[in-house]
């Protein structure tokens, strides 16, 4: 058996769908279900909040689950099978649902709003991958200063830091959610939870968004944008200021990927 790769384009050559699996001689039969590539997922480096007794394991990452995927909407497709170097290649023409009361144009509009929300989840795991990696190491450093007797001002300088950081990822995420018990009711979704939610509510029928969702769409965005500006200046003054101090007393510390 060899490694098999399906590749799904649509009619502007963008890839939406890689698929490898196992082949082997006869005839293999593989299924798509017209969803896309998942958006990129947010890498938790910390504990949730106020769960000390939580673990992230020897690796110190988590996962969360807000990754979404589009449904990919009827027309003409591209379906590539790579194997051993060889490819072979087929259009696939994907119908509409014939007994779907919604209208090409519909299903055109649910796509184009819910890519938007997909583009905005992406912008958001990278916002959060970015301010999880500069919290982690601040909250490392915070231990080792303190493990070494530092002085009370260095050490809460590196608290005032992370805190900063700690309220940009606040309005991005829900951090108090251990998955235990009734923490995904219990809590208020953030921007991350609240634009995956909605892009699910999106798909859901093939009808037109309703203007509900473009006004909901338009607001989070906003809110999204202010943060990344709140992040751009975070990075760019305190956090610089604070690795050229570090570096003048002989400490190394915080790298941006």
């Known amino acids: 058996a060899k490694d098999v790769e399906i590749v799904i384009t649509n009619s502007e050559n963008d890839t939406v769908k890689t698929i490898t699996d196992k082949g082997k001689k006869g005839i293999n039969r593989v299924w798509w279900n017209f969803m896309g590539e998942?958006?990129?997922?947010?890498?938790?480096?910390?504990?949730?909040?106020?769960?000390?007794?939580?673990?992230?394991?020897?690796?110190?990452?988590?996962?969360?689950?807000?990754?979404?995927?589009?449904?990919?909407?009827?027309?003409?497709?591209?379906?590539?099978?790579?194997?051993?170097?060889?490819?072979?290649?087929?259009?696939?023409?994907?119908?509409?649902?014939?007994?779907?009361?919604?209208?090409?144009?519909?299903?055109?509009?649910?796509?184009?709003?819910?890519?938007?929300?997909?583009?905005?989840?992406?912008?958001?795991?990278?916002?959060?991958?970015?301010?999880?990696?500069?919290?982690?190491?601040?909250?490392?450093?915070?231990?080792?200063?303190?493990?070494?007797?530092?002085?009370?001002?260095?050490?809460?300088?590196?608290?005032?830091?992370?805190?900063?950081?700690?309220?940009?990822?606040?309005?991005?995420?829900?951090?108090?959610?251990?998955?235990?018990?009734?923490?995904?009711?219990r809590y208020e979704k953030m921007i991350g939870e609240k634009l995956s939610y909605l892009a699910q509510n999106v798909q859901i029928s093939d009808f037109r968004p309703a203007d509900s969702y473009y006004e909901v769409y338009d607001l989070l965005h906003k809110r999204l944008e202010d943060v990344g500006v709140q992040l751009e200046s975070l990075v760019s003054n305190d956090l610089n200021e604070f690795v050229d101090k570090m570096n003048e007393k002989g400490i190394n510390t915080i790298v941006l990927k």
């Open 38 to 185: 998942k958006s990129n997922p947010m890498v938790m480096r910390t504990k949730p909040l106020y769960a000390d007794w939580f673990s992230i394991g020897d690796d110190r990452v988590r996962n969360v689950s807000s990754t979404i995927s589009i449904m990919h909407p009827p027309g003409t497709y591209k379906v590539s099978v790579v194997s051993d170097g060889v490819s072979s290649t087929k259009e696939l023409e994907v119908i509409k649902d014939p007994h779907s009361e919604g209208s090409l144009d519909d299903i055109k509009k649910q796509n184009e709003l819910v890519g938007k929300i997909y583009n905005d989840l992406n912008v958001t795991a990278e916002y959060v991958n970015t301010i999880e990696s500069v919290r982690r190491q601040l909250l490392d450093l915070k231990s080792v200063l303190t493990g070494g007797n530092m002085s009370n001002d260095l050490i809460e300088e590196v608290d005032d830091l992370e805190n900063k950081f700690l309220d940009l990822e606040k309005k991005l995420l829900q951090l108090k959610i251990t998955g235990k018990g009734q923490d995904v009711v």
